[in-house]
């Protein structure tokens, strides 16, 4: 299977992370997300181990929140020894009612409104990761009201064209996220920031994309930033204490795509990055990384019940499922691959070639094109893998439709981590 959480028991039935996924489908309803809490630690643990052997104790590791946010998931990243990267005040909200210490959280976003920048700063969020000039403004002036000096790093965009799909890009210089190396403006944003009384420079951040399954991606980002940083002793004798490489190490979503030994990726990256501090007389800062999908994806999967099965004589079939771009937008959004199985027939060929598509009123709301599953019919529980990142946390209500509830699995038990939405939910704001 594409993951060894997902297997086939004795009893010839599909399990994921041990449990009969058609026996939680009966007990929590579809659609269902479901969470392996295991793997999710598992994860954690790959990039904690390595950059702790790599780094001593001169590291961080975020989860980049985004993938999937939900009080649960705080604690049991922060109980692995995990800091957070936020981008919103909801995100800020959900961590503090969750317990987890803001002081570990790094605040992101292109554009954090005057509310956003007082609220993190009321609730003691440890780091701002300031995108542009205006933003530099704000902060100075609510951390200097609460008469603090504001731990920040600057977003740099370091000009890699990683080749991974245009909307998930997010280094190359005309970037909406970031200030440019190239054009000389990250160096001014510098100076400009080393004038502000309440604001305390600690570093630097780039992201350079998502979906990275080499480490010459991070090299690459890291030589420049490296330079850069030398490039900023010389100029204003500035001591470089954080560098934070961003997240995007890829998944697998279908057999094809390729597995990634993060832990030997990131003893690359560490040897490159000691090596470059050295040649350039610079003492290796606290290296951050921030991963999302590749800590939560695999530990997700979403459970469906089919109700039509339509065949077009001589054109295409369609399974409709009972859920769809409303609580997974991805294939919507960037022709994301998926795998699925129908967890009824799982013993029986693929012999159905159909569109998985949703029950949204949206011709665009398709699960996955061109799937093959064995014949399948009304009632039947469809399994998607690979949904733990970047689909509960994109999930929504176009159509009215209540979004599904996170079920985590641990140790063969398994609790629900976010309730299923009601139709009073579906009204609550309503007046
Ligand atoms: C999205 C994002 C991440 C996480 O990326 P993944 O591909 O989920 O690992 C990390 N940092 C920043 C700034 C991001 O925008």
Not at 31 to 45: G, H, Q, S
Not at 152 to 180: C, Q
Not at 198 to 223: K, P, Q
């Amino acid at each position: 299977m594409i993951y060894d959480n997902i297997s086939i028991n004795n009893e010839g039935a599909l399990t994921f992370a041990n449990q009969d996924v058609i026996g939680l489908a009966k007990k929590y309803g579809t659609p269902l997300y479901l969470l392996d809490e295991n793997k999710i630690r598992e994860n954690c643990r790959k990039y904690v181990d390595a950059m702790k052997a790599n780094f001593g104790d001169n590291y961080a590791v975020l989860y980049a929140s985004k993938a999937n946010s939900f009080k649960k998931i705080y604690n049991i990243v922060e109980s692995e020894g995990m800091c957070a990267d936020v981008v919103s005040v909801g995100e800020i909200y959900t961590a503090l009612k969750a317990g987890f210490s803001l002081s570990k959280a790094y605040f992101h976003s292109n554009n954090k409104t005057d509310f956003d920048v007082e609220f993190a700063i009321e609730n003691g969020v440890g780091h701002f990761v300031v995108d542009n000039r205006e933003e530099l403004e704000v902060i100075n002036k609510f951390a200097a009201q609460k008469g603090i000096k504001q731990k920040i790093l600057l977003r740099l965009t370091p000009g890699i064209d990683t080749h991974t799909y245009e909307a998930v890009n997010t280094g190359k210089v005309d970037s909406k996220f970031g200030t440019a190396i190239e054009t000389g403006q990250a160096e001014e944003i510098v100076k400009y920031t080393l004038g502000f009384e309440n604001i305390d420079l600690c570093g630097f951040h780039c992201h350079i994309g998502s979906m990275v399954f080499d480490s010459d991606t991070f090299i690459r980002g890291a030589e420049i930033m490296i330079e850069f940083m030398s490039l900023m002793k010389q100029k204003f004798g500035f001591i470089t204490r954080e560098l934070n490489l961003g997240g995007g190490y890829g998944v697998r979503y279908v057999e094809s795509d390729p597995t990634i030994d993060i832990g030997a990726n990131i003893s690359q990256v560490a040897n490159f990055i000691k090596d470059l501090c050295a040649k350039y007389e610079l003492n290796v800062p606290m290296i951050l990384m921030e991963p999302g999908r590749s800590i939560v994806a695999d530990a997700g999967m979403t459970l469906y019940t089919v109700g039509t099965v339509k065949r077009i004589t001589g054109y295409k079939n369609y399974v409709s499922v009972d859920g769809g771009m409303s609580d997974n937008p991805r294939y919507a959004l960037y022709e994301s691959e998926y795998t699925l199985f129908n967890a009824s027939k799982i013993n029986n060929a693929a012999t159905l070639k159909c569109d998985v598509v949703g029950r949204c009123c949206e011709s665009g709301d398709i699960i996955q094109p061109n799937v093959l599953l064995p014949e399948t019919e009304r009632g039947d529980i469809l399994a998607v893998c690979t949904t733990g990142a970047y689909n509960f946390s994109m999930a929504m209500n176009y159509n009215r439709i209540a979004r599904p509830p996170v079920v985590i699995l641990k140790d063969g038990d398994s609790y629900v981590a976010v309730r299923r939405e009601t139709l009073e939910d579906i009204i609550r704001n309503d007046i």
